[in-house]
Structures are given as C-alpha cells and as structure tokens.
C-alpha cells in the first residue's frame, strides 16, 4: 500500500489510522496535495472554516467531546496566526490537538517568498513542533505529533509539512504511538491528613477532575468531612445538572473567589492549578490561597485525578455517598429580558443532554443557579481568556457528538471574532442554537475599567467599549451565512424562540437583547 | 508635565509627540490604563476593530498613505496571535507599525495566569520588540519602537506593555529619535554599463520605486534605451492612471513572469527583491531571473531607490522625458459580469483621486489594462500572501486619507477572514465603496489544484474550495454592521451600484455576482 504513496497519503492513513476521522481545515496552495490526498481518505472528513479562528476553535470544541484529536489543516504562517487565540485556549484546555500547517517546498524557502516566516516559532509558543523534511518523515511525525498531542494532559501540536514532502512519492504510514497516560498520585496520605485534620479544607477540581467519576468522588469527601468543592473559573468541560454532584464554579472576579476560599487552613488543588486572579490589580494580591492557608496538590494537571480522588474517598469518607443535585427547573421569567432573568429561561428550557458552550461573560453571572438542576449538560468555558472562542467550539461539539444538542451562550462583542464560523454549522447542517447576549458593549471591559482604577474615565462612555455605534444585527449576519435567526426583547419571545430553535435540527440563532451590566 | 505621569500617559505623550493621531485598538483589561490615557489625549484617537485582524490590517493601510507609522493596541498574545497575519503583510510591505501589546503585571507573570502566553516570541517573528519592565521605561521605549518601524524601508515592531508599567506612576515622554535614512546605492554605475551594454535589460521596481518619483526616472531609461520595466508583483503601493507612467506588474503566475522576463540578459532590482515564485510548484524554478542573465541590485529595500534611479536617468538618458499614460477609459460593458467584464465598469467609472485596495485574486487578471488610463490613483495590494487584508486595509486607508474615495475590490472567500472591519467603516463613517467580486469559490485553489498537479481530483467537485453551500449573502452581512449594501448581476447593474456608492458619503458595499475562473 505504501508502494508510490506520497507524503500527504501517508499523512492521511497515519491519521485514519488513529482513529482521526475529521479534519477542521482552511487549505491554500501548498496544502493542495494534502487536501487531494484527504478526498480521495473516505475515512476522514473535511469540515471548512472560512478564518483560521473558526477552525482551531472548531478543533478545539471536536477534542474536548471526544477521545480523538481535533486535527487542523493551515496554510502556513499567516494561518497558524490567525488560528493562535483558539489555540491558546485550546492549550488552555489541554486539548489534544494537531495542528498541520503547509509550508513552502524546501528549496523554495531560500527565496524568502511572500508567505514566508517563522513557523516554527510561532507554534513553539503552543506546545511540541515537528517539521518534516522528506515524505519518508511524514508518517512518522504524524504517529509522534499525534502521541504527544495525547500525552497526558494533552497538548497542542504542530506538524509543519512543506509542500515537496507532502507531494512527493516515499511516504509510509506511521506506526502507532501509545501516549504516556497520567501518573499515579502521591498525595493522597498527605491530603487524607488534612481532610480528617478537623481544619477548614477546600477543594479546587480541574481537567478531567470535572467529570462525573471524580465528582462523584470529591462529593463523598464533601458530604463525609464537610469539605468544601470549586471546580476552577474556565474548565474545559463540566459534566453538571440533575443527577451529578452540584459543585460551584471558582469566581472570577477576585473578590468572590475571595470569599470563596476564605477561611480554609488547607487548600488542595485536584487536576487545577493553584489559584490565582486572572488579571492583576492595583494593590491587590494575585496568589488566592488565603495568607496562613497551605496548599497541597492532590493531583497536577497530567496527573490521574480520578484515581487519587477516589483513593481519597476510600480512605477518608469510606462510608458516604455522593449528593446529587436534584432535578429543578426555574420558572420561566416573564417581561423585560434581564441578566438576571434570561439565564432562567435556559434553565427551563435546556433539553436533554445538552451541550452549553458559555462565552457569556458578564452576561452570565446567574447562568450556573439557573441550570443547576436542569437536566445533565456538559458546559464547555473559555479556558485560555481569548475570547471568540464559543462559535467555534459550539460547531467542534455539534461535529463530534451530532446527536446531541448544543447550546451556545454567546456576548455580542465575543462572537464577532469569529462569526464566520456560523457559515460551517449551516454548511455541516450542525444542531447548534445559539443564544447572543446582546448588550451592545464590551461590558466586562467597562467593568474591568472601574475595577483597576484606571480613572477619570466614565466606562460608559468611553468609545472603545461601545458597540451601538452602529448596532450590530445578528439577525441579518446569521441569515447572511444560512443560519436562521430570530431576535428576542422579552424574557416570553426567547423562551418561544429557544423552544422552536432546540426543536428544530439544524443551525438557528437568537439576538437576546439585553441591558449590559454596567 | 510628567511629574504624576504614569507610563500609559507618558506613552500616549512619546506617540503624540511623534505625530501619531490615530490607534487602531482592540484592548481588553491589561490595557485599560492605556484607554484611560487615550481617552484623556486630545492629539490621538482611538479606532475600533471588532477583532485584531481588522485593527492590523487597518494600520498598514494608515501607515501606506501617510508618513506616520501605524500603531495598534493588541490584548496580550491572543491580540497579537489574531492580527498576525495582517501584521505579516504590513511586514512585507515595509510598512511602519508599533504594536502596543498589553501584557500582564510584571508579578503577575509567575503565575501562568490562563491568558499568559510568549509574546516576545511571537512578536520577533516580526520585527524588533522592546519590553517595558517600569514606567520610566516607556516613553523611551516607546521612542526607540517608533524610530526602529521608520528605519528604512520600515519594519513592524512591537511594545510590550506590561499593566503595571502602564498604570504606575514615573513616566516621561520619550525622546524622539530621528529614524534610519534610506543609504545611497553603489551600483548606479554597474547598472548604467548593463543598460548602455546593448543586451536586453529589465529593470524591476518595487517599494518607493513604485511612486510618481522613481516611475518618471525608471520611464526616462525606458524611453532612452527600450528598457523594459515593470513593478513586482504585490506592490504596497503603486501610483498611476492618466499622466503617470504606465508600468505593467510582474505576474502571479509563473509561466506568465517568465515570459515578461524572457530574453533578458540583466534582470536590475530598484527597490524590489529579486523575483521568484509565489510558490513552488513541482519541477519548477523558483528563480525567475532567466538562465544565463546577470542579477544586478540597484537598490534593495532600505536603499534610496528613488534617487538611485534619478541618478541613473541623468547618466544613462540625459534628454529623455518619461511617457505618461494618456487619459483613457474603457466603455461600459453590457449584459453578463464577468471576470472579464466587471473591471471595465471599474475603469470607466473610477473616480478622481481614488485608492484601490486590490484583493481580487484570480478575478482581477484584467483589472490593471481596465485602469490604466483612468485618472490617477493609487494601487494598494496583498503584499504577503495572506488573504483577508482588503477591508481593513481600505478601512485604515480611509482614515488616513478622509478626503479621497477609497475603492476595494474584494474576493469574496477573502473577505471573510476579516469581514468585521466593515462595522468600523460604518462607525468612522469612511467612504470606501467594497465591490465583492463575489464567485461562491475559492477559485485560485481550484487553479492551484491544476497546477500543482495534485491529481485525480476534479477541483470543481473538492468540497474544501467550494463557498455556496450555502451562498453567502454579502448584502446581509454589511447590512448588519451598519453599511448600506446593494447587490449587481449585470455590468449596468454594478455600473449604477457603483455610481450611486462613490457619489453618497460613507462606507457602501456591493456584491458583484460572477463566474469563478474555474
């Protein structure tokens, strides 16, 4: 079989042969064999995006709903740039990622062309590099790209693949790679000691520490010790609703996530990092463990979480059973559509098995009180802070798990980074409503100005953070690429909008009108 | 003055005192002392992108039509990482650029906080980069950026900003620094010897020999001496119309710049790189100085082409007057727009004093003969490869030049890597008419397919280069960012669409429906 294959074939069989069977893609010229190699793979789909934002976020979304990488293809450096955002956040994530990025012929790069620059370092920024240099290569770089993107706790890799590599005869596919899987805890005695200590303890869940076995685990503790459970500020994905051990998320404004963990004499981080503020602030502490509290690390983000939790439990709260959160919907809010009334609307609403893709920033402050008790969700959080994120991710989820619906919670001025992405979903048919927090502002800068004192400066009326000058219509940008859309002024208009959308297959979006917090 | 300064205000004092008027800004939290700093100082606006590629792109445009540099303000390394693609074009363009990148407090940085990432890195894939660590830094920081983007021939540099060296106090302006001059050329009599030699000689033109300037000297030699010339390719900006020298560009496609350049026995570079392929392409040259001619350099960038030239003009064609285009336009087209139609609407109708920011890709093979007899105006293009630069770069160019029309014409694939910047045309009220050249393709990828030879795919069944499913409706999306939007089928429909659009003030947009080439 790998008699006369080219580089791209041996690409594309290395990756069929890891079970890839999707790449996110935005090809130019010396992608061109690539993507011929790639028609002629029936076991691996293209999905286009027409900005490179769209397609790592769509990858970014695919890794975090399934087992497999997401896989991109870019067209060398100048798409590899337009795609870092996302994948910031997707390293934010630890999302196992791939990323192929076309780069001139060899011999070509002497020229200095047009297209030409520095690849390499620029990806070095995301995680492990390799280039290829002759189609013999390609198999084997892919095989080891792909183990390194897979070693625990995931990573974003990139696979530079000039153009006379993937092009020329020579190539074979790449043996398989077992990725390194999380090691073994060694906290656990120590953190059992602090637990059964009588000492106020706090526990800061992330990574795979989010999901329902190690949930399910860190609530026996809780229910057992009194020990008080965060998930961190941005997980990558939260399994939560009725059913699953209800725990909050970590604040992001400091003075919450303060109050927070106030008063805890042991802080132990499982699967997060320790915490910290997002920004700094004048004259406030960044480190949020509280002063005289001591931090242990149960387990570090590539560190099997799971285990240790549930090694945990055995031994401190060998008796008790998790507290899932019952099932409890809001009532449906009425009259003028409000931060503090739309999120309830979801919450009543939400169908089954949903997937809430939240990029609602200040929007959303009351939308985790609202879904609590709606059915089970995953939530999927702006990991990285590089917003523009949530359009992209909504259609990587509805691509990996088509049969379950997505619900995108989406600020207004977040979602015009990467609007194009809209286009794939109506393109792929994909099931993704997607609701627009339209407060025509970037709230949370005005927000953010008053919170670092930058001044004399009215947040309100400081141009830079105004976006009603003109209005943006979703409306006519989601009609514009195939997406049907309606607008909602009332908490009773989203609830009528959000019910045909969810009940219809297909792409739709909402234009939710509302106030901006500030 | 500077006593309470706090480095956002001395940088915004260094960047007023330097004659910048204008920011193109996406901040986020980490820059919101520079906001506070910006809306405070009369002499600077700040313009706003909806994403950083819009803000980048709009820089270089500024930066093209006047002689201050462009400067940007970028959140962090995901700002950066969205706008670097635009920023690589402004590189090749030699365009003079500051990036203001926000970054966090210099304490905070320990943290690995979730939007900490290597800025530095990325941003000397660029251009020099200058890191402020206090206050005091920053006015001189600020000053040496500056002065390091207007070194001849013009660089993209980047100031690293971190929120507490902006937000504390102890800053002072900058002192200006007087940039790098263009260094004269030494080669002026090798060349003259080339050009009095007898053998065919072609002389290249590229960077300031793109201006009214060096093309009257370069059309002296012509006239004296049968030289042929021509411009490179992707010029940043080439004057011309009625009255200038008419002076073809070399071609995109290789079989096309080997013929301009066929039978030369001196290939002279004037402010150009010597020419190669955009791309490699299987059992090509890359070189495309023909076999057997001698290569001379009569200024590379950063070198005075402009009196290189004049210099050589006085040695070698001491009489001789350059020949100016004459006043001519083609006549309006009828029926069916075409690729090879739609220009001559263009030519026809192009107003006085006009700036055409070219992304027509394989629509516009005809565009340059269409406009060369129309009145003068200047020529803005895709100096770097990576498409998506036409709206902001007319956006930028608007700004810059509120007094003259501003004429985009916009591949429609390309156009959605960066379609927000429509929505600040709207907001600055700037009068660019957009014409879509609207093929519901990526149709250079289809030719690319072909050329590169990568088989058995029919490119106009490949899935990845096909945009009409669904159809993008361009009038819808320019609608919903506030810019009046008209649709033509027909060369009189795009003839009235375009009359209407140049004669209203303010941004207008029209989706020009033809065939794909392929």
Known sequence: MSEGMTGAQALLATLAGAGVEVVFANPGT??????????????????????????????????????????????????????????????????????????????????????????????????????????????????????????????????????????????????????????????????????????????????????????????????????????????????????????????????????????????????????????????????????????HTLAAPGEDVTTALEELADLVAPGAAPAPAPAHRPELPTGELLVATWPDVIGALLPEDAVIVDETNTSGLLLAAATAGAPRHDVLSLTGGAIGQGIPVATGAAVAAPQRPVVNLQADGSAMYTISALWTQAREGLDVTTVILNNRAYAILRMELQRTGAGDVDPAKAGLFDLSTPDIDFTHLAEGMGVPASVANTAEELADRFRRAVAEPGPHLIDARIPPLL
């Open 30 to 295: 010396s992608e061109m064999h690539f993507v011929a190699a790639l028609e002629a793979e029936p076991r691996v789909r293209g999905v286009l995006g027409l900005a490179e934002g769209a397609v790592t976020g769509a990858a970014d979304g695919y890794a975090r709903m399934t087992a497999a990488p997401g896989v991109t293809l870019l067209h060398l450096g100048p798409g590899l740039g337009n795609g870092l955002a996302n994948l910031h956040n997707a390293r934010r994530a630890h999302s196992p990622i791939v990323n192929v990025v076309g780069d001139h012929a060899t011999y070509h790069k002497q020229y200095d062309a047009p297209l030409e620059s520095d690849i390499d370092a620029v990806a070095a920024t995301l995680g492990p590099v390799f280039r290829s240099t002759t189609p013999a290569d390609v198999g084997k770089d892919a095989a080891a790209a792909i183990a390194a993107a897979q070693d625990a706790p995931g990573s974003v890799t990139t696979l530079i693949l000039p153009a006379d590599a993937s092009w020329s005869e020579g190539g074979a596919p790449g043996r398989p790679i077992t990725p390194a899987r999380p090691t073994r805890s060694s906290a656990v005695d120590d953190v059992a000691s602090a637990c059964r200590s009588g000492d106020p303890v706090v526990i800061l869940l992330g990574g795979e520490g989010c999901r329902e076995p190690a949930l399910r685990a860190a609530s026996r503790i809780s229910e057992a010790l009194g020990v008080r459970l965060f998930v961190e500020t941005f997980p990558a994905r939260l399994e939560r609703g009725a059913g699953l051990p209800a725990v909050e998320r970590l604040g992001y404004v400091p003075e919450q996530a303060e109050q927070q963990l106030g008063g805890a004499r042991h802080v132990v981080v499982a699967g997060a990092k320790p915490p910290t503020t997002f920004f700094a602030y004048p004259g406030k502490r960044g480190d949020l463990v509280p002063s005289g509290a001591e931090l």
